[in-house]
């Protein structure tokens, strides 16, 4: 009997996910955001560990929450497509497994190629079917995300003039979202969660 429980423990995917990690989450999460994070898990069928290991300080996971509760979606000329391009770009940019799996995963739903999708990881400018917009959008994308900063008059005012300030905010605080995620996410040592499983 006792035997029969500690092989169900130890192969367990969260017991074994959590051990992946710099620190594990707590056992103990507060009602409301284990609510949250059991929702977030049955939508995604995932085990969101950025989550549970953010309860440790729940502003933090509220926040963070928020943030990506209002995360652009589509809005106007910036459709799924050109969003999901710049979501992969940074992904890419910043070198975070876990958001290149999240962010990549079921890329052909928003109209983005196989040839695509891999390009995004260094010779994007080669691909034909990228507009010159998308094209401009994933070189600002990756200004946005490398280290240290430095903002290229040139290129910025090409951005500036292929998109209006509307869509240079969205494009912008996309890129700078997973910016944030990257970095939350590879600091707390944050293995992917098995998106692209099966694609």
Request: proline share 6%; charged share 25%.
């Amino acid at each position: 009997m006792h035997l029969e429980r500690r092989v169900i423990c130890i192969n367990n995917p969260i017991n074994r996910l959590k051990k992946m990690t710099f620190i594990p989450p707590p056992k103990q999460i507060p009602f409301l955001l284990k609510l949250g994070i059991l929702i977030s898990e049955r939508m995604t069928g995932k085990l969101m560990l950025p989550a549970r290991i953010l309860s440790w300080y729940p502003k933090a996971a509220i926040g963070s929450g928020v943030m990506e509760a209002l995360v652009a979606h589509e809005d106007g000329a910036m459709d799924k497509r050109m969003l999901k391009i710049i979501r992969m770009a940074a992904s890419y940019a910043t070198a975070c497994p876990f958001c290149i799996d999240m962010n990549s995963h079921e890329h052909r739903a928003s109209n983005i190629t196989d040839e695509e999708a891999e390009s995004l990881r260094a010779d994007f400018e080669k691909i034909s079917t990228f507009s010159e917009r998308e094209k401009l959008a994933i070189e600002y994308t990756r200004v946005i995300s490398q280290t240290p900063l430095k903002f290229y008059p040139e290129l910025v005012e090409k951005v500036k003039a292929a998109f209006n300030e509307r869509e240079f905010v969205v494009l912008v605080t996309t890129a700078a979202q997973v910016n944030y995620w990257a970095r939350l996410i590879q600091a707390l040592g944050i293995p992917p969660a098995g998106f692209g499983d099966g694609d």
